[in-house]
């Protein structure tokens, strides 16, 4: 196969460990990733569309990346998904920018069960970003990583106070223990659906804790290299 899934990036300076769809080495086909400047997280994770000039300099990356060969997009962050639909108008190949944008197959994969979602940020979600990915507010299970020190204190802040280390540890621990606790408080929960790009290292100790199914950016990632490689 030749091409690759071009993955926008957000301007952050916290570690991209494996499993993190900002690391390229978490991926088993080509990628490549292009970092939006000034897109950073406090920019981004908010509920609501980010300036006209980060808007521009998204849709610039997008279509680099399609010039170069890009078979598809997806991004390293889901609250990207307010504006999914201009940066898929923008290219010719398909783009898949959130994670939260696979909630109405998943919701029809698991006959329908209440979902739950993992995310950077409750409140931001909460705020605006599930209307914008289409998703009712009031249909899904929502918790956040913003009160976890470990998670919030190295990649909800700015560059420049940015770590360059993670407590992976904390933050295994933090978003197992969210995950397990929504499974207590709904019993019939189907799955999970991982907002953020910075989970996915931990998908695996959900699944172990909780037995139920999580998918994230990078599943999205691979759909989009299964379907349009050539």
């Known amino acids: 196969m030749t091409g690759f899934i071009g993955i926008l990036m957000l301007d952050t300076a916290f570690p991209r460990v494996l499993g993190d769809a900002g690391n390229s080495d978490s991926y088993p086909f080509p990628v490549r990733l292009?970092?939006?400047?000034?897109?950073?997280?406090?920019?981004?994770?908010?509920?609501?569309?980010?300036?006209?000039?980060?808007?521009?300099?998204?849709?610039?990356?997008?279509?680099a990346l399609e010039a170069e060969g890009a078979v598809g997009l997806v991004s390293t962050c889901g609250f990207?998904?307010?504006?999914?639909?201009?940066?898929?108008?923008?290219?010719?190949?398909?783009?898949?920018?959130?994670?939260?944008?696979?909630?109405?197959?998943?919701?029809?994969?698991?006959?329908?069960?209440?979902?739950?979602?993992?995310?950077?940020?409750q409140a931001s979600l909460m705020a605006g970003?599930?209307?914008?990915?289409?998703?009712?507010?009031?249909?899904?299970?929502?918790?956040?990583?913003?009160?976890?020190?470990?998670?919030?204190?190295?990649?909800?802040?700015n560059k420049a106070d940015q770590p360059d280390s993670l407590d992976c540890s904390a933050?295994?621990?933090?978003?197992?223990?969210?995950?397990?606790d929504m499974v207590a408080q709904v019993p019939d929960l189907g799955g999970f659906v991982l907002e953020c790009g910075n989970l996915p290292p931990y998908a695996d100790a959900i699944r172990a804790a909780t037995g139920r199914p999580v998918?994230?950016?990078?599943?999205?990632?691979?759909?989009?290299?299964?379907?349009?490689a050539p």
Not at 35 to 61: C, E, T, Y
Not at 148 to 157: Q, S, V
Not at 215 to 228: E, H, K, N, R
């Open 171 to 180: 933050i295994e621990a933090h978003c197992t223990a969210l995950a397990s």
């Open 34 to 63: 292009r970092i939006v400047p000034g897109a950073g997280s406090r920019n981004i994770v908010q509920g609501a569309r980010p300036d006209a000039a980060l808007v521009s300099a998204f849709i610039h990356a997008a279509r």
């Open 80 to 121: 990207l998904v307010h504006i999914q639909n201009e940066l898929a108008a923008a290219l010719r190949i398909p783009v898949i920018v959130s994670a939260l944008t696979l909630y109405p197959s998943l919701k029809i994969a698991l006959a329908g069960k209440p979902i739950g979602i993992l995310t950077a940020s």
């Open 129 to 157: 970003t599930l209307d914008a990915a289409g998703i009712d507010p009031r249909s899904v299970h929502v918790a956040g990583m913003q009160d976890c020190p470990a998670f919030a204190e190295a990649i909800l802040c």
């Open 215 to 228: 998918f994230g950016i990078l599943d999205a990632a691979a759909f989009l290299w299964q379907g349009s």
